[in-house]
């Protein structure tokens, strides 16, 4: 027994000693790609189709900027009023397309870099429903929701960056929307973040709040750490007018985009998989195409994110088989084509943290670090479909976002990991592994612990309370909400940005 609790000592010691980022057993950026649902004959074929669809029925409602950009280009402005991209000049963009960049932390110290097959887990969502812990169901979410929960993913290790969770349906005007969701991410979290803009004044406006908060004119485009979420598309194939005149502006500050499609298959694109793929590669090469014809290079994410559809009721199925696989083929056609790559998982049909809500987030999640998605969106505290953002669900998925992370690093073969000469000597030594320094040093490098997540005896968890995971996500986002308040923006800036902007969120909060 004495043997024993000096091992467990030795192990909490170990454990409580901080690491650096890249000695831990999983971190942000790990490289997949080891799952390819379509073989390279498929990509190439997926690819000439987009090109197809692009250079024979191209995009409707296109702007006015993007038609003489376009058809200066080489482009045709047809009769029908559809935007016809000419395979030269789609290609021509990708080859100038940003293909690696960073996306930095408010302090502009560190960041995520994107591109490759290095894989990420962040937030997003436009839930208008959150869990009602007083009277049971739910209740519409608010600013003051957005703000928490951009404060619990602070914390939370494997989620990377923070998106936009939940719409404040507090606010009345798109423009106090705008405004108040960036500054209560941007105040909420140090990390990367990222929101979207209905109006294209409003991105010269949330540009203006960012270089307030880092110092003055000009600072932002210096170091941009919040990208936009630009659904600039009503597929099938047309511009969605308010968010290509966003992207525009955005391009213009500065601003990073994840051009962001996303058809609903049955619906809005076609039910087959393959054509859905198709259609929504289709829709974000043109806008990669315009705005790498206002800008070459300009960091951009191709956001391929195609829905799937219930088709007995026409409800979207976020954690659906065909989601999972759809997502990481849509993850693959894009660093087929060596650009950075957004897709969407994580998306549970479940209305509550169950089992139903863990199959289908660990199955889509997987899927698509496995095939090497860059940004994994909307992989945490997402429910019913996208309607419903739970702060439980958010700490629950951490502890499976760090374990489809350790699946990406897979298993490093080398000498000294197969361990010959360890096992020589507990072979003809103690007989167990137990207390060997290469079990002791490798328990962070080489294993991740979850943070809610039960791993005690039955005798144990029972005398613990018999809690479930919710329960104990429920002490952690208790403990948290009441503790961190995040002050990594000066309180002079902030003050600053009072007085510019009709900011709703409370000083108090």
Known sequence: ??????????RVAMRSAPLAEDARAVRPGMSGGRFKPLSDADLATVYETALHL???FGMGQATPEFIELVTNAGGRYDERERLLFPRSVVEAAIDVAAKE????NFAGDGGIELGGDRV???TAGA???VPDRDKGGFRHSTL???YDFARLADTLDNIHMFVRTVVARDLETSRDVDLNTAFASMVGTSKPIGTSMFQPEQVHEVAAMFDLALGGEGEFRKRPFCKANNTFVVPPLRFAEDSALCMAEQVRVGMPINLLSAGQAGATSPATLAGSLAQALAECLAALTCVNLMAPGHPC????WPFVSDLRTGAMSGGSGEEGVLNAAAAQVVNYLNLPSGVAAGMADSKVPDAQAGHEKGLTVTLAAQAGANLIYESAGMLGSLMICSPEMMVIDNDLLGSANRTVRGIEITTESLAVEVTNNVVHGVGHFLGQDQTLAVMQTEYIYPEVGDRQSPDDWKDAGSKDAEARAREYVDKTLATHFPDHVPADRIAKIRDAFPIALPEQA
Do not use: P
Request: cysteine-free; charged content about 20%; overall charge neutral.
């Open 120 to 122: 990420h887990f962040a």
């Open 144 to 146: 003051n929701d957005l």
């Open 101 to 104: 960049f960073t996306l930095y």
């Open 1 to 10: 027994m004495a043997r024993r609790s000096g091992g467990r000592s030795a």
């Open 127 to 129: 839930a208008v429903m």
């Open 54 to 56: 692009l250079e024979e």
């Open 301 to 304: 994410i191709m956001g391929l």
